[in-house]
């Protein structure tokens, strides 16, 4: 990311997190737009707001430890005064992630400034795009090869085992960076879409 660049995103941990997490998100920052990473410490959430607060960005995103893996993706929205605090917008719950250096085929990203989202064809995935795009701050596309994006994530439907399958490609290549997401479920707290394993991805309500 440029210097002269705000920061739009911080990512961060649960507290206690593993290796592997912080693995994990030293490879989302890669391909979230403008993405800092941030020690989570002994912070609290209302110590990430001000944080969020000072550095002007637009999100603060979490991800959490289940069973020394990465379990919980969630996103949260800084208030503006007068309002304060973090609100969530989003969560998603993986069942399993594979990060860029567990696929040979990978390439490193190196601080996207614009994220795309593929738009699936009609169907329950599109949902998921539009609550990939306002959580990730992105641009929904219609292409990989669309101009000025410079990460673009595919979803594609999961089979029995899981809800959908995030992927990242690096777009001057077309070779995947980033990691895997394999998700188990989620819920878009803005739009109320809902997503569960067993029942695939439901409307939402109205």
Sequence with gaps: MDSAEKPL??????????????????????????????TRGKA?????????????????????????????IRVYEPLEPPGEGL??????RLAGVKLSRERPEAQRSYGARVLGVVAPPPGPLA????????????RLVFSE?????????????????YVAVIDFVCTGSGRPCGPLLRLA????????????????????PG
């Design 9 to 38: 995103i911080i990512v961060t941990t649960s507290h206690r997190p593993t290796q592997r997490v912080r693995s994990f998100v030293k490879d989302l920052v890669s391909v979230l737009p403008r993405a800092v990473r941030l």
């Design 44 to 72: 609290t959430l209302r110590d990430l707001y001000y944080e969020a607060m000072g550095l002007g960005v637009r999100r603060v995103v979490v991800v959490s430890t289940w069973k020394g893996n990465p379990g919980t």
């Design 87 to 92: 609100r969530e917008i989003l969560s998603l």
């Design 127 to 138: 949902g998921l795009a539009d609550s990939l795009v306002r959580g990730f701050l992105a």
């Design 145 to 161: 090869e669309e101009p000025g994006v410079d990460v673009a994530a595919r979803i594609s439907p999961g089979g029995s085992e």
């Design 185 to 204: 479920g989620g819920v878009d707290h803005v739009s109320g879409l809902r997503l569960h394993r067993a029942r695939g991805v439901a409307a939402a």
